[in-house]
């Protein structure tokens, strides 16, 4: 541990005495009504805003009651898996035209794709010197903070930064959508030159190329890849491009694009949340959790030593102690997540692929079980079910992708999301958005130095 990031004595008395004046007693919650998370008691969120990008339906209302339904999600009104199952008959990549619905709320017609698809393609292009002078200075073992450092400093070399006139917020969205990939890709080919002495590999973006076959395209040193593993990628990208505007990265957008803040601003902001092991984060954690459970469980077919493992998770006795069964439960869905549905269907027949059928067979029993185990463990006031991180994961890993790079790909297809959103509150110009805060302290008197008694620990 280096001298910047040691915990000193007198840092850990700090540490204990803000957790002690920090606390607040959780019943105070209750008896001021707080809506803690920004949701009710049934997990319904409280109502911030209104949105025409996204929509996603957990429930439905039975003689006024609120009743769970399995999960489904809509793209501008369309159902994201009719959009899916549309573009995978017509054989073709769909993500560049998720990305052109959610910005501007109609699917694109031949040309208009086309058209979209070379502007994405001219706008795929770094400043002069950008990787060399950015990307290779002091990289990070983390690529998201990677990603929004890149982000912040792409502010500097934008001569129109702080305009945010919808067309050029437009154009900065467009360029941020064409440049994540390169961003995280050579991000990530940086950190592991620089921390394990592989071979540098800078590859070009190829004109012609997708998204998801850019990526792969970059990352792989001999710049080979599968029509299937570009389209499970690709699938996998439209899944992530979009969830409403109450997912905590996207409200994350909304907030900070409401105090008038520049693109780069707003977009590094909205990474730094995906980040969150709750949020995007959660990704690797189901896959470095699917290790730890491979090395620490003799039998995968056995439930009981599985449902034994799964309580200690949630008892903070297995992995990383924090009491979560990562890629189960979501703030919104309970009896289903249908972005899980659909990335299960494809990594059955990638796991059969790629021989890895006994790992699935794993993953669907955690499925089955970890439901029960976590609504006998804590306080359910809706079900939880396997959600998207779930299964990306998996995929990723059967894909080959570094773990490294898991959260940056849910960000590559995230932004297109969060673009729409922050050109949707610029173009609704709302006020800036200030929630409140009750103050639960009680008033005292202000004491000078001299009247100050030392304390004791
Ligand atoms: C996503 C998540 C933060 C939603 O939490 P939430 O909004 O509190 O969801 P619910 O209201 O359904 O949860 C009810 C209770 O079950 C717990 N719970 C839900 N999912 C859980 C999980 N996977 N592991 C352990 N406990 C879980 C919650 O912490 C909550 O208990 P608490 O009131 O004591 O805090 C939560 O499910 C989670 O942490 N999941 C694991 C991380 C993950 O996969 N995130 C990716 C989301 S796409």
Redesign the pocket.
Known sequence: MSKYSEITPELLELANLCKRNSAIDPELYAKYDVKR?L?DIS?KGVLTGLTEICEILSYTIVDNDYVPCEGKLYYRGVDVEEIIDGFMKEDRFGFEEVTYLLMFGELPSKKQLEDFNALIERYRELPPSFVRDIIMKAPSKDMMNTLARSVLTLYSYDDQADNITIENVMRQSMQLIALFPLLSVYGYQAYTHYYFGNSLVIHPPKPGLSTAESILYMLRPDMKYSQLEAKILDIALVLHAEHGGGNNSTFTTHVVTSSGTDTYSAIAASLGSLKG???GG?NIKVMQMFEDMKTNIKDWTDEEEVSSYLSDL?NKKAFDKS?????????VYSISDPRANVLKQYVKSLSEEKGLLKEFGLYEMVERLAPEI?AKE?????G?SA???FYSGFVYHMLGLPAELYTPIFAIARISGWCAHRLEELINAGKIIRPAYKCVAKHRPYQTLNDREESTN
């Open positions: 998370g949701r997990g092991p709750k949020h959660a949630l009491g979560l069964i990562y890629g189960m439960g979501h703030a976590i804590r306080k359910m006031y809706k939880v959600n998207v991180d």
